[in-house]
């Protein structure tokens, strides 16, 4: 089964780029970057509305090792250059599909073999089936393992 990603804007994965993301210098009302995991430099407009957000510099103090372009606003933590933001960040691929039981998820799939869970006989399972058809292409190994996991009472999403 496919289905869209959605993001729940939970920061995560910019909570830990503030070592990779770099300011070099302000030229008006924008910021030139440079982000040293791919030697990329950019520059970081800050979005529409967002300036006064970006100012405002608190929420460093629970994340200090966060993007500098990352803010919390309200229950959401957002990209404030989200427009500008670098070409890694546009690339990159959150979640590629979830595992869900009794309408619960209790499985989220990182890169294209990796599972995340709590669930100790689905992180088994999940490396059993890892070691049968990781070889497989990806169409493949997503039937593999829709098949084999509802056979064992998950639901298997895969996103796109
Ligand atoms: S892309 Fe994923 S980790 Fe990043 S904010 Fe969205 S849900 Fe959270
Ligand atoms: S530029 Fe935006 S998307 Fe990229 S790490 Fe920073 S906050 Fe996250």
């Not at 770099?22 to 924008?30: P, T």
């Not at 030697?39 to 500098?68: I, Q, W």
């Not at 372009?69 to 691929?93: M, N, W």
């Not at 049968?132 to 997503?142: E, N, Y």
Request: proline content about 4%; glycine content about 12%; overall charge negative.
């Amino acid at each position: 089964m496919d289905s869209e990603f959605a993001c729940t804007l939970c920061g995560r994965c910019c909570n830990g780029f503030g070592r990779y993301i770099k300011i070099n210098q302000m030229i008006g009302g924008a910021y030139g970057c440079s982000l040293t995991l791919t030697k990329e430099a950019f520059m970081a407009v800050p979005d529409p509305g967002r300036s006064l957000l970006l100012s405002d510099k608190s929420y460093f103090l629970e994340h200090p090792d966060a993007c500098p372009f990352l803010r919390k606003d309200g229950e959401d933590t957002i990209c404030t250059i989200y427009q500008s933001r670098p070409r890694f960040c546009r690339d990159y691929i959150c979640c590629t599909g979830k595992v869900m039981k009794n309408g619960v998820v209790c499985g989220e799939m990182k890169g294209r073999r990796d599972l995340r869970t709590d669930d100790q006989t689905l992180k088994d399972r999940w490396a059993e089936l890892a070691d049968m058809f990781g070889g497989l292409g990806d169409p493949a190994w997503r039937q593999e393992v829709s098949e084999r996991l509802c056979g064992d009472g998950y639901e298997v999403i895969f996103y796109g």
